[in-house]
């Protein structure tokens, strides 16, 4: 509202020059009136001081409602980004923050100050009738022909920028594929087929944008040329009309000065036309986004969860398929319990550690922590209370201390270095150069693989979780580290923390007492850990002989 009403008395300060020329021409000179001059070109220099202190305070209150659109936008939108990562894979490119960068960018420019002011150009028109019939027909024919253009302009390079958007979008895609990849894709010969691919979506941007520009371009300047013609066009009938002395000769200033004004917001929106419609996808896109990724309710606190857990049937798809990934998934484990996962590659282990942690949403059955389902605890709580290590580590750039504390605003320093020691980094830490201060760089690129898996264990038990789910914990460890991962699985179980471990090795189930086996999705075999590997062994189920592909003959140990 402040924006229209300052815009109101900018565009009524507009008039100061018009009507300056129109007295100018009409009355000093007819007059000869010096001190008639000076009074009115001091009140114009007023006007004038006037209108640049209210064109300053737009151009300010455009900067902050850009701002006040992203301060309200930024959060849920990050959240709705996060939450659609997690439902559609956190390797899915999203552009809604990008879409946000766009609204903000757009409101803080000049864009919105033509559609401002366009609802004034009827006005000036209609003050231009005021002074001649005939010079209103020619203003209104002029700013008829302008909004034609900026019709045309809009239908001719709309869909140039969709094709110029996706492009740009693929090749974005394939250059954070290739740099996250960057290592394979060097070492098998594939950077130069990649940069091949790269560049042809470049290609096809670029094209599409230089036919929208050249387009929009084209338009733009006609539009320029044909303004430029009418005013010179509304100048020259008004020195007709005042040779037959229908108007002044200040009308015939006044009338050009005006219709140019006029003319200006259509101009300016013809210019603008590739930035608003690029807002306008943006805002479309980011709405639809948001509507398709509802907002969290508020959620009451619950009590600190114990560690008892129970799964009723858990049922978990891949986004577009039909053909669960587990299915009919159920046990119970009470607090202090610890229990082993194994089975053959493509079981489902690993989804099953998501979906019991709450990473996996496209699931049927019900998990509960405590008796209660994730979603009736408020993630940030409930994730206090999990820890959780995945097979990639997923280690964040920052320091040593904040990746080990999860990134708290003000970490417990006796916690860090408790969880370090139980991962058995400690020592490796303070030889680090900054110790705990030390930078790791973005995925832990600074660190090696055993390195990189315990710290990301030392994360997974800051602050005692009371569940502690562990996939693979072991893939990278040596046999230190292995000592070091037996040794904390036993002292969250001896605290009263429940343990999963999902394993190949079968060093990490050494100090588990329970163990189920997974095979095709399905539950094979649960219980007691001697009594399940003493079925498995004695039940082949595949054609090698061995107990559906499991390697599990050392788990005796």
Known sequence: MSLVVFSMFANLLMLTGPLFMLQVYDRVLTSSSVSTLVALALLTAVLYALYGFLEFIRSRLLVRVGRIVDETLRERVFDAMAMRALRDGGGARNEALGDLQTIRQYLQGNGPLAFLDMPWAPIYLAVIFLMHNLLGYMAVLAAVLLTVIAILTERTTRKHAIVTHRALMQANSLADQCRGNIEAA????????????????????????????????????????????????????????????????????????????????????????????????????????????????????????????????????????????????????????????????????????????????????????????????????????????????????????????????????????GAAQQADIHELVLQMPDGYNTIIGQGGRRLSAGQCQRLGLARALYGDPALLVLDEPNANLDADGEVALVKAIAAVRARGGTVIVIAHRPSAIASLDRLMVLREGRVFAFGPKDEVLAKVLARPVDGTGRPGGLTVVEARG
Do not use: C
């Open 186 to 417: 060097t070492i098998l010969g594939m950077v130069g087929r990649l940069r091949q691919r790269w560049a042809g979506a470049q290609d096809e941007a670029l094209e599409s944008h230089m036919l929208a520009s050249d387009r929009g371009g084209l338009l733009a300047s006609l539009s320029r040329t044909l303004r430029l013609v009418f005013q010179s066009a509304v100048l020259g009938l008004g020195a007709y009309l005042a040779i037959r002395r229908e108007v002044s000769p200040g009308v015939m200033i006044a009338a050009s000065i005006i219709m140019s004004r006029a003319l200006a917001p259509v101009e300016m929106a013809v210019g603008q036309w590739p930035q608003f419609q690029g807002f306008v996808r943006s805002w479309r896109r980011l709405g639809a986004f948001l509507a398709d990724t509802p907002v969290r309710r508020p959620r009451m606190g619950l009590p600190q969860p114990t560690g008892r857990l129970t799964v009723d049937n858990l049922t978990a798809y891949a986004a577009g398929t039909e053909m669960p990934l587990i299915g009919g998934v159920s046990f119970a484990l009470e607090r202090g319990d610890g229990l082993g996962i194994i089975g053959p590659t493509g079981a489902g282990k690993s989804t099953l550690a998501k979906a019991l942690v709450g990473a996996w949403p496209l699931t049927r059955g019900t998990v509960r922590l405590d008796g209660a389902t994730p979603d009736q605890w408020d993630a940030d709580v409930l994730g206090r209370s999990i820890g959780y290590l995945s097979q990639e580590g997923e280690l964040f750039d920052g320091t040593v201390a904040e990746n080990i504390s999860r990134f708290a605003l003000t970490p417990d320093p006796r916690a860090v270095v």
